[in-house]
């Protein structure tokens, strides 16, 4: 059974940081793209970074460039989004997805596609 499983999410001061986890099971990591993609209130999903499936290549949106840090290990199946900097415009829900097609394709992805979606972990930024 294809499970992810987003953690480290919380409340947290502007200007702090969090890291979050995705751990995947039921599929072969290493074959994926990994990425994050966010929700807030009222307002529609959005790209947030992607990873290729070696680790080699990663993409941002501009939003974040600078601030967050996508990696992956394949020893643990896991993905991470290292958030530093945090600002109450970064509060949403944030999902791990998990897609055969590029990196670079997940960056302009809509966010209604993707193989294979985590159910959330919320990231609430006070100021």
């Known amino acids: 059974q294809v499970q992810l499983v987003e953690s480290g999410g919380g409340l947290v001061q502007a200007g702090g940081s969090l890291k979050l986890s995705c751990a995947a099971t039921?599929?072969?990591?290493?074959?994926?793209?990994m990425g994050w993609f966010r929700q807030g209130l009222g307002k529609e999903r959005e790209f947030v970074a992607a990873i290729s499936w070696i680790g080699r290549t990663t993409y941002y949106a501009d939003s974040v460039k600078g601030r967050f840090t996508i990696s992956r290990d394949s020893a643990k199946n896991t993905a991470y989004l290292q958030m530093n900097n945090l600002s109450p415009e970064d509060t949403a829900v944030y999902f791990c997805?998990?897609?055969?097609?590029?990196?670079?394709?997940?960056?302009?992805?809509?966010?209604?596609?993707?193989?294979?979606w985590g159910q959330g972990t919320q990231v609430t930024v006070s100021s």
């Open positions: 997805v998990a897609d055969l097609r590029t990196a670079q394709s997940m960056s302009v992805m809509s966010p209604s596609a993707g193989d294979h």
């Open positions: 039921g599929f072969t990591f290493g074959g994926y793209s």
